[in-house]
């Protein structure tokens, strides 16, 4: 089956630095990738729709100079947090869609963000 | 706007047993699919079962079928034979297929436990 990696899987960083989360799909392009976000014990929240070589699209209320994501090939995404703070704490998860008529999103294994 | 409801925050079933998630959904479209994932104490998404909305008989595979009911907007999950692996955090999701974005909206989870 299809395969979506994430790195790092789990990060610490200080209050007011930067942090680069990678997804990507190992064994098929995907022309659009989701970034969602997941509070402990609550639903995946979609952040942004990315698609390979244009700019993300932001779902209503998430900061889009704060979640930075850059889809520049057809197997790589991004997600960086600016300027994090200890209230971007979270379960990032990203999932990426063949399109080309298929349905289904593959999704990466999350990465836990922790700021101090 | 499409939305995606699940009632039940947490249920409970005996090994062996069989155990109903309820999900119920609002959209206007015709056209659309369903999906249920599972997501374990790993995070990992798994897909569990998909159902076209266009097709009018129930997806099953192999201990997981659904309940599909178009005019109803319901779409409920049946685990039978419960195992302990079962026991996760199951979303219902939605997809359009007429709004031209691929992107899932997903109900707030049930959280089965399954009892030895």
């Known amino acids: 089956g299809a395969v979506v990696s994430q790195h790092p899987s789990w990060v610490i960083c200080k209050s007011g630095t930067s942090v680069k989360i990678e997804c990507r799909s190992l064994?098929?392009?995907?022309?659009?990738m989701f970034w969602y976000r997941q509070f402990p014990k609550q639903s995946l929240m979609l952040m942004a729709t990315?698609?390979?070589?244009?700019?993300?699209?932001?779902e209503q209320g998430v900061e889009k100079d704060k979640f930075l994501i850059n889809h520049a090939s057809l197997t790589l995404s991004t997600l960086t947090v600016t300027s994090a703070h200890p209230e971007d704490s979270s379960f990032y998860i990203c999932?990426?869609?063949?399109?080309?008529?298929?349905?289904?999103?593959?999704f990466g294994p999350g990465t836990r963000l922790t700021v101090t | 706007a499409q939305t995606v409801t699940q009632s039940q925050p947490e249920m409970s079933v005996q090994e062996a047993e069989t155990v109903t998630l309820s999900c119920t959904y609002d959209?206007?479209?015709?056209?659309?699919?369903l999906f249920w994932y599972k997501q374990p104490p790993s995070r990992q998404m798994i897909l569990v079962i998909r159902?076209?909305?266009?097709?009018?008989q129930n997806a099953t595979e192999n201990r997981f079928s659904v309940n599909f009911q178009k005019a109803a907007k319901s779409f409920s999950l049946k685990i039978s034979d419960s195992q302990l692996g079962d026991a996760a955090m199951y979303f219902c999701?939605?997809?359009?297929?007429?709004?031209?974005?691929?992107?899932?909206?997903f109900g707030t989870g049930t959280r089965l436990k399954v009892l030895a």
């Open positions: 999932s990426a869609g063949p399109g080309q008529g298929s349905y289904e999103q593959y």
């Open positions: 064994d098929f392009q995907a022309t659009t």
């Open positions: 990315s698609n390979e070589g244009s700019k993300a699209t932001y």
């Open positions: 959209t206007s479209e015709s056209d659309y699919y």
């Open positions: 159902q076209e909305a266009y097709k009018q």
């Open positions: 999701a939605y997809r359009s297929l007429t709004s031209g974005t691929y992107k899932y909206i």
